[in-house]
């Protein structure tokens, strides 16, 4: 159940939640310029494990993650990744050492890898200042989630954010490692006979060198109102607030309500039974956002009249010159956007979770279907794998992006590898660090965005050269009266 330390009240609740996007695009560095404005600065928590390993082998430009181990507090399995990855010299051109696969039970080197990503990333967005820093997880991603929240904590995060899912069970994880307990979630295991689990133990994994942890507060991303009072009405798995995202927002959505009906340029068509009856979800009395297409100064003042205590906003922060995009891909986002040419569209087949995915059209990336189709079809990162259990009780994985024939022969069914992408290679060339392969392919971007594009058009208009994190933040609070933000906002408005 909530405890009174760790529970947000509406009246100390950041307006503004930079989302968490994509891998790494909700960088450290966009977090922590969000948080020193006192609003909450985000991180993703996908796949920081091979971000870390990946940045550690590009030389570590800046030595910002080298910085941020040094106050691991194990620095023995600090020195074992450092060793294991890092190359002073970067690359030179040679494809990325692979990192080892989460798996139901991961080896020592995965539960390592994981807890290091992502303390760095928490460690470096709270570096210097004290305001708030999330993390976002995906359900999705259930087998990386013990191990992340671990390293998370660590780091002394402030906020959890997880959708894609039901996330039941992250309050309990969450106590559960503030105690120094071995915590866990359960594993969906496709035609599973018994309950598999992926832990962590916090004594184990680090002994004496277990710090105290603190359980952050937890905010559930919801799609509806159903959903959000299922998780209230019992203690045990109650967030501390919610986020509310609607079919718009970027990355992966929940699919509509009842049977799947495509327009006609095959994009999910949602109608009122996908709309959450917010003053359902008011009367639960915890915080609420509200997530897609709120992304401007008057999409932030509806949200609090409905009763909301304020928006996650993406896109805006995404395009934003703070943010973990690779700069080129960036330019070729903005640069298309000022042309008016930017189109964001809801694929439905997209991502292998099954989830819609939003993808973002740009030249010479995955969502043109000559580069999609050019691709070789593998799988190396597998973040989106399914588990599933072999006759003899043993699991295997399979992803419906990897080879067709690898995929059928792990008993997956064909039409489920029909315009599926590899989202996770995709996701790590949008912030630079895609793979290049012995054969001199290199990976190409996968970019998504929110489909509601005002905000980024209005704030473009008023700075053609690109803007900031910071004059985002501005901008969207910029109708409001000071008087109904934040305390930590109040006085960042008062010291301009």
Request: aromatic letters at 6%.
């Amino acid at each position: 159940m909530s405890s009174p330390e760790a529970a947000t009240s509406r009246a100390d609740a950041p307006t503004i939640i930079q989302g968490g996007m994509g891998v790494a695009v909700s960088s450290w560095g966009l977090a922590r310029v969000v948080a020193r404005t006192g609003q909450l600065g985000v991180v993703s928590g996908t796949a920081l494990d091979a971000v870390l390993a990946r940045s550690l082998q590009d030389g570590d430009p800046g030595g910002h993650r080298r910085r941020a181990l040094e106050h691991f507090p194990d620095q023995d399995m600090a020195a074992r990744a450092i060793e294991r990855y890092y190359r002073p010299d970067g690359r030179g051109g040679r494809p990325y050492r692979p990192n080892p696969t989460l798996t139901v039970t991961p080896s020592v080197a995965a539960v390592e890898l994981s807890i290091l990503g992502n303390f760095v990333e928490v460690w470096l967005a709270k570096e210097g200042h004290d305001g708030l820093i999330g993390i976002n997880f995906l359900e999705k991603i259930q087998m990386g989630t013990p191990t992340s929240a671990l390293g998370a904590m660590i780091a002394g995060v402030d906020r959890v954010l997880m959708g894609a899912g039901i996330p039941r069970e992250i309050p309990r994880l969450l106590r559960d490692l503030e105690a120094g307990r071995e915590g866990g979630v359960t594993i969906d295991v496709v035609g599973a006979s018994r309950r598999h689990v992926s832990t962590v133990d916090p004594v184990a994994t680090l002994g004496a060198a277990l710090p105290t942890l603190r359980r952050p507060s937890f905010y559930a991303i919801v799609s509806l109102h159903s959903l959000a009072t299922y998780l209230y009405r019992d203690p045990d798995i109650r967030p501390d607030g919610f986020v509310v995202e609607g079919p718009p927002a970027g990355g992966h959505s929940a699919p509509p309500r009842g049977r799947l009906t495509l327009d006609d340029r095959g994009e999910p068509i949602y109608g009122p039974r996908d709309a959450a009856d917010l003053a359902a979800i008011d009367k639960l009395g915890l915080p609420f956002w509200l997530a897609g297409a709120h992304g401007t100064p008057e999409g932030v003042a509806a949200a609090l009249e409905t009763g909301a205590a304020g928006v996650q906003a993406g896109t805006v922060f995404a395009l934003s010159e703070d943010s973990g995009l690779d700069p080129r891909v960036r330019e070729r986002l903005v640069d298309a956007l000022r042309r008016d040419a930017l189109v964001v569209r809801n694929d439905p087949r997209a991502s292998p979770t099954g989830f819609p995915f939003k993808i973002a059209n740009v030249p010479d990336t995955m969502a043109e279907r000559d580069t999609y189709e050019a691709r070789p079809r593998l799988c190396d990162l597998s973040y989106l794998r399914t588990p599933y259990e072999r006759p003899d009780g043993s699991l295997g994985y399979r992803c419906a992006s990897e080879p067709v024939d690898a995929y059928l022969k792990k008993g997956g069914a064909i039409e489920e590898t029909v315009g599926r992408m590899c989202l996770c290679n995709g996701l790590m060339a949008n912030i630079g660090i895609g793979q290049e392969r012995k054969d001199g392919y290199v990976e190409a971007p996968a970019v998504t965005l929110g489909q509601d594009l005002e905000g980024a058009h209005r704030l473009l208009e008023a700075h053609p050269g690109g803007w900031s994190a910071v004059e985002a933040v501005e901008w969207l609070t910029s109708r409001l009266d000071p008087a109904v933000l934040s305390r930590a906002e109040a006085v960042t408005v008062a010291a301009r």
